[in-house]
């Protein structure tokens, strides 16, 4: 499944919500995650950012490919 995890401390967020509303657009099922108050690369730093844990699991229950 297609999805974005949105940071609102991320530069490239504004990207990441086009991207996900293009794939939409087009058909695909997008699911999108606002993680307020993360940063650019948060998921790969949940032992530095506990509190990524939480949206970790959010996207991981959605059915997110975080590879």
């Known amino acids: 499944m ?3 995890l949105g940071r609102g401390l991320d530069p490239l967020r504004d990207q990441g ?3 996900a509303s293009l794939a939409e ?3 695909a099922r997008v699911v999108q995650i ?7 690369g948060f ?4 032992g530095a950012l ?3 844990n939480a949206v ?6 959605a059915g ?3 590879r």
């Open 50 to 52: 506990p509190s990524a």
């Open 56 to 61: 970790v699991e959010q996207a991981l229950a």
């Open 25 to 27: 657009a087009q058909g």
């Open 34 to 40: 606002e993680a307020e108050g993360m940063i650019h």
């Open 43 to 46: 998921v790969t730093m949940r």
């Open 2 to 4: 297609r999805g974005t």
């Open 17 to 19: 919500v086009a991207y």
């Open 64 to 66: 997110l490919d975080l």
